[in-house]
DNA sequence: CCGTATCCCTGACGATACTG
DNA sequence: CAGTATCGTCAGGGATACGG
């Protein structure tokens, strides 16, 4: 999981709160990656299975949505549920921090919904000024 | 401004509300995406100048802030005032509808940096079980 | 079915230099 | 001061193949 790892940053005598090295930044980063959002979305709905989540998505490859799961999961965000029979079975739900998460996330997306009419005439205006 | 353009996307019979091709998304990318969030945030605080922001936000080249703060207010969520005057004199504030997005936005932000002992606790519990 | 491993390419981003 | 232009990098993410 590598999301960051500055590494070579250079000391900055105050203690930044907003720069690269915040750590929150990282779990703002998984919940609001573009699979994220879809994953907590769907997940708000109840729990559902790897493929479920594959095919209600749309358009993810299974490493991005794996990767997405794991993550959320590694943050306490997502419960994994494997059951050990064969065909393997695994389902995954919202923990009651990940609610949290998925409540604000989805209530920002919604809002990004209920505004786009508003944005798409800001932006035809914007372009039409050049 | 790139962002998106799938222009190759395979034509799904249902109306992918979640897929790629959502609209809202570029929304959504804009405001959350690593400057954005840090731009809304001072700019809640009140108008601030290019610099101004370049040295509050810490870390940022000038093209990305440059590139951010295009993105948004072509979006009609940042306002830009110029004035013609040398040396020149560029202000940046939140429009209404910004003052939404960013407000929600910072909400998603405060409620990472609450959560994050949560987070971190999960994470090494979650390592230490490999 | 549920992933992991590998390859590879695009484009996001930083650094630098330049303009009005 | 407030950007634009150009270049180089490298990590994100898709495609594919394979494993338990």
Known sequence: ????????????????VNQAS???????????????????ARLLEGTHRFSELRRAIGGVSEKMLAQTLQALERDGIVHRQAYPVIPP?????????????AERVA?????????LPRVLAAREEHDARQ
Do not use: I
């Not at 999981?1 to 930044?16: H, L, N, Q």
């Not at 915040?22 to 907590?40: F, N």
């Open 1 to 16: 999981m590598r999301v960051t790892t500055p590494a070579g940053e250079k000391a900055s005598p105050a203690p930044d």
């Open 22 to 40: 915040c750590p929150s930044r990282s779990v703002l980063e998984h919940v609001t990656s573009r699979w994220g959002v879809l994953v907590l």
């Open 89 to 101: 079975r695994v389902e995954y739900s919202l923990t009651p921090l990940g609610e949290q998460a």
């Open 107 to 115: 209530g920002l997306a919604r809002w990004s919904e209920q505004n």
